[in-house]
């Protein structure tokens, strides 16, 4: 008998897996804070024999080498990948035995696509394909996307993930579960993933990369590529180098006064708290990314790099639960933190600062141009599907340095569900705009009677 735990990582869009027999087990891609895969090791009762990389990741930092340090396990890592530190290098067809009683062993495919050196692991039990660790190469409904590495290969891997995919669905049997690590809302697939379960036999059936001739799916892949994460760029690096060990342990406290004076020195200060709350009296001057939304990914994308961030939170067990993340895209150390609400964040004296949450269907009645700005901060993929007429469109990851563009006025931001618009609406607000947060599905905006116009 084997078995195969997920470690959902819902914040980033990814999936590390924990996969074993009745002794020992395998990590495969696991994230930086490996409590979390030691953990799920102690409930099988079982031994981490062995730590595989897919790839040298873009879009996180790694736990693997880490992983692999602590619990005294085998580190493999795909040859191509130019690494830093000692590891156990993987070649196309390489078994690696997990656990001998119950049958279990990894084969190594190579799947460039994704990387030059992705390479899957078939589980195999007593010789036999039960699932494939897949990394970003096969996803559920798509693959990962090929631009990632060096624009000069893009088009080179996305021939390459065409041929992958064929590959795994040529030599593995239909039932074969498929597990990748991206594809649930990582900005690392080539598109939206369709649903959380799936197998070899309905990929080939489904797959974009096994339905289509690879010209046609080479021209389709290369024309859907949005915008990468600007935080991409400091991934690939950190992980080739070898990731140092986290530290998770509370920052240093701030009190009102340290916070002013952070502010003042322009440092940011990210308020965790829900939109709803925020918007409702927050300290001048700090931004909203709520810790429940993908607190990662977005404020990795848009602080500019190493630059000191403080955290406010309503909670301990919120300000935990951000550091978790934050790690996990190398914001390794808030600069400092506090706990509480606003009353506990402002000076003696200091009111807090608010601005108003509406709907589509308030917006429906004002007119942009008319002492009004309609400001769409969607991706250009979504404003693609349809705008409103009159609408200025400036992505979130480019509003922080965009805001003289903003005209004068009254500024209703939106965009397709209400999370990136209290982002902006707080980016707005701290440079002293007028400021409306839509808080609505963009979905409502056609009810409500706004023009909605298609490119």
Known sequence: MFFVDTIELSGLGNRSYLAGGEETAVAIDPPRDIDLVIAAAVRRGVRISHVVETHLHNDYVTGGLELARVVGAAYLVPAGARVSFER????????????????????????????????????????????????GSLLIGTVGRPDLVEPRLTERLARAQHASAHRLVAELPEDAAVLPTHGFGSFCSSSQSQGDATTIGKEKASNEALTRDADTFVADLLAGLDDVPAYYAHMGPANAAGPAPVDLTPPAVAGADEIADRLAAGEWVVDLRDRVAFAAGHVSGSFNFEAEGQLATYLAWLIPWDKPVTLLAESPGQLARAQRELVRVGIDRPTAAATGGPADWLREGEAPASYRRATFADLAGRHPGEGVVVLDVRRGSERAGGYIDGSLHIPIHTLHGRL????????????????????????????????????????????????????
């Open 404 to 455: 003289d563009e903003v005209p004068d006025g009254e500024v209703w931001v939106h965009c397709a569900g209400g999370m990136r618009a209290a982002v902006a609406a707080s980016l707005l607000d701290a440079a002293g705009r007028d400021v409306v947060a839509v808080d609505d599905s963009f979905d409502a905006a056609g009810r409500a009677g706004l023009l909605i116009r298609n490119p």
């Open 88 to 135: 156990i290098r993987v070649h196309d067809g390489d078994r690696t035995q997990i656990d001998t009683r119950a049958g279990l062993s990894l084969r190594a495919l190579a799947t460039p696509g994704h990387t030059p050196h992705h390479t899957s692991y078939a589980l195999e039990e007593n010789g036999a394909a039960v699932a494939v660790f897949s990394g």
